[in-house]
């Protein structure tokens, strides 16, 4: 590994900061501006399960709503009419 001078060493030092600047360098290279949207895309496109299963939850709901909604209405109409007929209107 050495030749006699100590220049070995110096040799691997020297690859071994290269190789870290390499490294370095193409860490923070600089990002064009399609980058951002292609991250954003995937982020959405990972996150469409959850989204979709969380819209069919809410749809769900509003017809447990809609129908309790339209049973009261039905029963208010009842009750509506029977007052109607116990006063004689």
Same mark, same amino acid.
């Given at each position: 590994m050495t030749n006699g001078n100590?220049?070995?060493v110096a040799i691997w030092i020297g690859?071994?900061?290269?190789?870290?600047?390499?490294?370095?360098?193409? @860490?923070y290279r600089?990002?064009?501006r399609w980058s951002?949207? +292609?991250n954003i895309s995937r982020r959405v496109a990972e996150g469409t399960?959850?989204?979709?299963? @969380? @819209? +069919?939850?809410?749809?769900? +709901?509003?017809g447990i709503i809609y129908e309790e909604? +339209?049973?009261?209405?039905d029963d208010v109409s009842e009750l509506w009419s029977h007052g109607r007929k116990l006063l004689g209107v």
């Open positions: 100590g220049n070995g690859v071994g900061v290269a190789g870290i600047s390499v490294a370095l360098a193409l @860490t600089k990002k064009d951002g949207a +292609r399960g959850g989204l979709a299963a @969380t @819209t +069919r939850d809410l749809a769900e +709901r509003i909604s +339209r049973k009261v209405a």
